[in-house]
């Protein structure tokens, strides 16, 4: 990672000058039927659509979503991990597509539809809507995980160890108190992840054997 000043960094999908934006988290969490119109399985969707933009630039990808017995989901995937920079200070500043506005798609009536036929809004929709969700990352460069409590950062970037791959593990338990706490339909998300034809997605259930 080139150190290089905050200023110059081009924003894409994310405001890279704004860690957290308490106000975007708050109007989530005060909306959550609107932006979360299908419940858990959206949120679902909304962790599987970056792993389908990476699969698609690539030409092919992996992942494998986990439904635990707790209520939480794990969403796995092999591409090349979440952006990390350093800055001209000498920091480690990682895209915060968790606490921010996803530039591309929130509050733009053009944005995507996902398979379940709502609009795709980005990542600190389930990072607002979940009490708690860790953020595990491994780049070529280095490799750490985060946690966030209602879309909040509780923790800096941990350090873990380098496995020799790289990717992205979401894991977050939705907020019962926000969202319906119905069981999600395994089957129905394999089939909504045929919308990425580059990414093969595999659906567990913890706990049962394949």
């Known amino acids: 990672m080139d150190a ?8 894409t999908t994310h405001d890279w000058a704004a860690a957290v934006d308490t106000e975007h988290l708050a109007r989530i969490r005060a ?5 979360a119109p299908g419940g858990v399985e959206h949120l679902v969707l909304e962790v599987l659509a970056h792993p389908g933009d990476e699969a698609a630039a690539r030409g092919a990808g992996r992942c494998v979503v986990t439904l635990h017995a707790d209520g939480s989901v794990s969403v796995r995937d092999d591409g090349r991990g979440t952006d990390t920079r350093v ?3 000498g920091e480690v500043v990682k895209k ?3 606490a921010t506005r996803d530039l591309r798609f929130f509050d733009r009536p053009e944005a995507e539809r996902l398979p379940d036929g709502h609009p795709r809004r980005g990542m ?3 990072a607002a809507l979940s009490t708690w969700l860790v953020h595990t990352n491994r780049r070529l460069n280095g490799a750490w995980t985060q946690r966030y409590e209602h879309g909040l950062p509780v ?3 941990d350090p873990v160890e380098p496995d020799g791959t790289t990717g992205t593990c979401v894991t977050f338990r939705p907020d019962p108190s926000l ?9 129905r998300l394999t089939r909504w992840a045929r919308h990425w034809p580059a990414l093969e997605v595999r659906v567990e259930v913890a706990g049962r054997t394949p």
């Not at 290089?4 to 924003?11: E, F, H, Q, S």
């Not at 909306?31 to 932006?35: I, R, S, T, V």
């Not at 969202?179 to 089957?187: K, R």
Request: hydrophobic share 45%; aromatic share 6%.
């Open 4 to 11: 290089t000043a905050r200023a110059a960094w081009t924003n």
């Open 31 to 35: 909306g959550a039927a609107e932006f």
């Open 87 to 89: 800055d001209e200070r």
């Open 96 to 98: 915060p597509v968790m």
């Open 124 to 126: 600190s929709v389930v």
């Open 155 to 157: 923790t800096g970037l």
């Open 179 to 187: 969202l319906p706490s119905s069981p999600l339909d395994a089957d």
